[in-house]
């Protein structure tokens, strides 16, 4: 099933592409592969939530954000190659969770992420990831997310 009926049949819009906060680009195609920027928890240029996971933003909020951070980082994709059907592979997400000093559960917030994933790409949505603890992020977001795609023309 292409990755854009799946949207619809999941009641999923992809948002507008999130506009950079310095110097860098959204997404960036070489080759056979899309790389994104750091995409935040921005729905309409707004976070939905700002803190240290563990402490000030609870873990379920956190996946909510790690899945809008994907929807980010898929809407810049579609973005630089013409639509979301032209993703053939997610390869790599890559995730940042703000995190408290005593939390210690950043794979299960970036599950809210991988999960998505699959849930719009099944087999192709199975992707290697690193979900790592960090002392804060841009605008005290969260959650941030960076991928890696391999698309087809």
């Not at 292409?2 to 080759?31: C, D, F, N, T």
């Not at 921005?42 to 240290?52: Q, S």
């Not at 890559?94 to 099944?122: H, K, R, T, W």
């Amino acid at each position: 099933m292409a990755a854009s009926s799946r949207l619809s049949e999941l009641g999923i819009e992809l948002p507008a592409v999130a506009a950079p906060l310095a110097s860098y680009v959204p997404a960036l195609r070489s080759g056979n592969y899309v790389y994104t920027a750091g995409q935040l928890p921005l729905v309409e240029g707004e976070l939905i939530a700002t803190g240290k996971v563990g402490s000030q933003v609870d873990e379920a909020t956190a996946q909510e954000c790690a899945r809008i951070c994907i929807l980010n980082g898929l809407a810049a994709v579609a973005s630089v190659v013409g639509g979301i059907d032209k993703i053939s592979r997610i390869v790599k997400v890559v995730g940042f969770v703000a995190s408290d000093p005593s939390f210690s559960g950043q794979p299960v917030v970036i599950n809210g992420a991988s999960d998505l994933l699959g849930e719009i790409f099944g087999d192709a949505g199975v992707h290697a990831r690193s979900a790592v603890g960090v002392a804060v992020l841009p605008k005290d977001a969260p959650v941030e997310i960076e991928m890696i795609v391999e698309v087809v023309d």
